[in-house]
């Protein structure tokens, strides 16, 4: 995309808002094929919103042969304090 920054802002939003009011429980699943520095930034601020969330964790899949998919997921999870579990698919 050509300005994540524009693309994930409605999303932002949506979540600070949801950190109001959450649910007991709160899990984001995040499946991609494909993410790039930019994009990965965006998911970092979206995750640094859920560490305001109580029981919120992040379920981060990927493709058993995507090695780096894998990767990008435990960077982020060692720059956050929401638990993350990671599943092949």
């Known amino acids: 995309m ?3 920054n524009i693309f994930y802002k409605p999303v932002q939003n ?3 808002e949801y ?3 959450p649910n007991p429980k709160t899990e984001v699943v995040i499946r991609l094929e494909y993410l790039n520095t930019a994009t990965s930034r965006q998911f970092l601020d979206l995750f640094k919103i859920l560490e305001g969330i109580p029981a919120s964790s992040i379920i981060w899949q990927f ?3 995507d090695e780096d998919m894998e990767e990008m997921g ?3 999870a060692e720059l956050v304090k929401v638990p993350f579990e ?3 698919n």
Do not use: I, P, Y
């Open 19 to 21: 950190r109001k009011n």
């Open 63 to 65: 493709s058993d042969e």
């Open 74 to 76: 435990q960077e982020l």
């Open 14 to 16: 949506w979540f600070l």
């Open 2 to 4: 050509e300005d994540a």
């Open 86 to 88: 990671f599943r092949t």
